[in-house]
């Protein structure tokens, strides 16, 4: 999904014009972004703007349209960019309630987003949800990710899955496995949960799962 990407880009290239890339330590790069758009911007987004030249994010721009062609995570660009899909967008998601899809957009975006930060790409974000069911929008993230090389873990659970949970399980697989996680009702599993990693399939209680994911070296 590239949609949100070029305002992704663009909240990067207003922060360049703030004085992001003359500022020569990451604190300063930090605090320049928390003026900005504040304390609650996007985790990803703000550790590509923690590291990045002037010179690499105009150069990652000029190939942005070979990369995106490639699907490669060539570019500290693209990659960020797979990071706020997996981990930020993804939570956002995760929070939106059940009945999203059914309620009145306009009153969502009062309503329901007010807590993101003030940018570009919140812009997007909300013009996306509010114009597309949010399966079809998870499921074109998924798409992008897998063609960028990020395999997908399906976690599936009998019950509703809290959205910190599921952000601890997404950070998990994400930092260890390079994969993002999609995860599932199924009523007949009868309690627990099932998790597909890495094509293994495993049953276990949602307690327990961590302990999978110990005994298997992906998290230390």
Not at 1 to 7: T, Y
Not at 9 to 20: E, P
Not at 118 to 134: E, G, M, P, V, Y
Not at 188 to 196: D, Q, S
Request: with cysteine; hydrophobic share 40%.
């Amino acid at each position: 999904m590239i949609a949100l990407l070029p305002s992704f880009i663009r909240d990067v290239a207003y922060l360049g014009s703030k004085g992001l890339f003359s500022a020569t330590d990451r604190k300063s790069r930090l605090n320049l972004v928390a003026k900005q758009f504040g304390p609650n911007y996007f985790a990803s987004v703000k550790r590509y703007a923690s590291i990045v030249s002037g010179e690499e994010f105009i150069n990652d721009c000029k190939k942005l349209q070979s990369e995106i062609r490639s699907r490669k995570k060539n570019s500290k660009l693209i990659a960020a960019y797979c990071d706020f899909l997996s981990l930020d967008f993804s939570e956002i998601l995760d929070n939106l309630p059940s009945n999203f899809d059914l309620l009145d957009k306009r009153r969502t975006k009062k309503d329901l987003f007010k807590h993101l930060p003030d940018s570009f790409l919140t812009d997007a974000i909300i013009a996306r949800l509010s114009a597309h069911n949010t399966r079809q929008v998870a499921r074109e993230a998924a798409t992008f990710l897998a063609a960028c090389g990020i395999s997908t873990s399906e976690v599936q659970s009998a019950h509703t899955i809290k959205p910190r949970a599921k952000n601890n399980i997404r950070t998990l697989l994400s930092k260890k496995l390079d994969s993002y996680a999609v995860f599932t009702a199924n009523r007949g599993l009868l309690g627990g949960l099932r998790a597909f990693v890495s094509g293994s399939v495993h049953d276990n209680t949602w307690d327990n799962l961590i302990n999978i994911l110990l005994s298997k070296g992906l998290v230390k």
